[in-house]
């Protein structure tokens, strides 16, 4: 039954939104980090991300990552402007410790902008850290 299966509770992994310059075009950009914070390897990283609100949707896509070492982050995917209109959601899964974590994090419609970059863990530019 559900209520029987235990879901770990996932700590030290986050996915966080970076602004970057992005030398090729010359302009400013956000660009979408899943960081690893732990003292262990993830393993079969997993991601799904998705944008959406009450009239539009963008594609999902997906991500897989067969390791993430302790202590590093990886660049999940660029998002358009556009997209930045949205409520987006990624859903990460990872195994460690041969168990599998699961967890879905939120950056909510308009929540990216310039004024609430704060320090995030690992990446040396500021970002923000997804709910």
Do not use: C
Request: charged letters at 35%.
């Amino acid at each position: 039954m559900k209520k029987d299966i235990e879901i770990p509770e996932v700590k030290g992994v986050f996915v966080a939104a970076v602004k970057e310059f992005n030398e090729e075009f010359q302009g400013e950009e956000w660009n979408v980090y899943l960081i690893n914070e732990t003292e262990k390897e993830l393993e079969m990283v997993l991601v799904v991300s998705k944008g959406h609100d009450l009239k539009k949707k963008t594609s999902v896509m997906r991500h897989k990552m067969e390791r993430l070492p302790a202590k590093s982050f990886a660049k999940i995917e660029y998002l358009q402007d556009d997209v930045l209109k949205l409520n987006n959601e990624f859903h990460v899964s990872y195994f460690l410790n041969s168990k599998m974590f699961d967890k879905k994090f939120h950056f909510p419609a308009g929540s990216l902008r310039q004024n609430k970059l704060k320090e995030i863990p690992l990446i040396p530019n500021k970002g923000i850290l997804a709910k």
